[in-house]
């Protein structure tokens, strides 16, 4: 049977490594990584020596990053703990303190023969609530996995819930996968939690035991309760929005001309006198009460608070003119910001002659917003869709989140190919760390970027005013 090239170099494992396996390859990675500090980088001929065992991908990455912020893996740094009203407040903020008891009864009642503890983070990774078998959690307390810590890997290194919140998928590390070699005899499963209502990254959901106990099931049991703690989160919005519809009714009935109803998050409860919407989109500082606000398909607006949402009035009904979207006019001279400098929270804001306004990004309108505006060119489904998923096939997929894109950028947004209009200046921020620039994101064009602003070869719109250091034989840098 043919083999393909990835095939021959390393043969597939049809077992996974052992602990002792992973704890040779954490001491060899980490005795090369501190041989090339002090002898510059090895050889292409000496990386990847074939037969010889590799980190995954999201472990080795993490390693590397750890090895750059100078965590040492004997000792970590020093802990971060929450006061006792502190915990209290984040539980609430988190919204999670109403899915617990579910949780609870999911995940350590079916597995009671497991010795194992239930750990729920905030999106910071703060340790919320702690529970499980007794003995064990003494064992936790002697690593700082207790409530009030905060358990982000530049702390405590590689661990379950800081690459679950940092991946935004289920993730596990298995023994000496964790960074600190405290942790070896721990393995950890996890699993990021969204708001529903939001999209945005809550928490994360975890389950860690002795090593040596641990169940290869338990990652998808912790993906199912996290998806259960959403779908929980979910009912609880439905009923304020409920409650929100039902006193919104009579004063609509009052309100001269058309207008609407919607939460805080911009999900509408009501509406009257124009077609409602499903949802909003709110800027990330929030709206401010009887003022004018450019909002993304209805255009000029004023804005009321009414209760825990807004009473929206249109200036203009948004049939007339296309008020609600950007034209090709108003977006010459328009600037557009994307801030990547959160790797959680990534933020699209827009000035011109519409209007101004912001609002948060989901991960995959961050990644094609990047795509475009370092390809000011332009780019067809089918490149954008090699550049997200490596498969030039598909192009369905581009096109749907295209054409939500263009609901409320509108002549922003060019096509054929698509593109951002030529006429508009574009900005992006990305964090200080280039492989922080979108982390959750597998694209393997945004991968080919971190590595290009990690060597020079490559800027963000907006910085080519200030380049980076360079020295005497750099190659020329990248536009």
Known sequence: MRQTGRQSRRPERRTPPTAAELSKVHERTLAEAAARELTGPASPEENGAPGLLEPRPEIGDSWARLRRLGLDPDSGAAAVLLGPAEIEQRRRASGLDTVVPVLRQTLLEPTDALPLILAIADAEGHVLWQEGERGLRRSADRIGFITGARWIEESVGTNGIAVALRARRPMHVHSAEHYLRSHHSWTCVAAPVHDPGTGQLVGAINLSGPAHSIRPYLLQLTATAARLAETELRAHRLEALHQ???????????????????????????????????????????????????????????????????????????????????????????????????????????????????????????????????????????????????????????????????????????????????????TVDGPDDPYDLLPASTAPAVRRLRAALATGTALLPGTAAVPPPRTPGDAPLAR
């Open 244 to 426: 929100l519809r039902t006193l919104a009714a009579p004063m609509l009935a009052r309100v001269g001309g058309p207008a609407l109803v919607v939460d805080a998050a911009g999900w509408t409860a009501a509406a009257a006198g124009l077609p409602p919407p499903n949802r909003l989109r709110v800027p990330s500082e929030g709206w401010a009460p009887a003022a004018v606000h450019w909002v993304p398909g209805l255009g000029e607006c004023v804005l009321e608070p009414l209760a825990d949402g807004w009473l929206v009035r249109p200036v203009r009904p948004p049939e007339e003119g296309g008020a609600g979207t950007v034209g090709g006019e108003q977006a010459e001279g328009a600037r557009l910001r994307l801030d990547l400098r959160r790797a959680d929270r990534p933020e699209l804001s827009v000035r011109g002659a519409a209007g101004s306004w912001s609002h948060p990004l989901s991960p995959r309108h961050a990644e094609l917003l990047l795509l475009l505006a370092t390809r000011r060119e332009g780019s067809s489904a089918a490149q954008l869709a090699e550049a997200l998923f490596g498969d030039a096939g598909r192009t369905v997929t581009v096109r749907a989140e295209l054409s939500r894109l263009r609901r409320y950028l509108g002549g922003l947004l060019a096509h054929r190919p698509y593109r951002i209009a030529e006429s508009v200046l574009v």
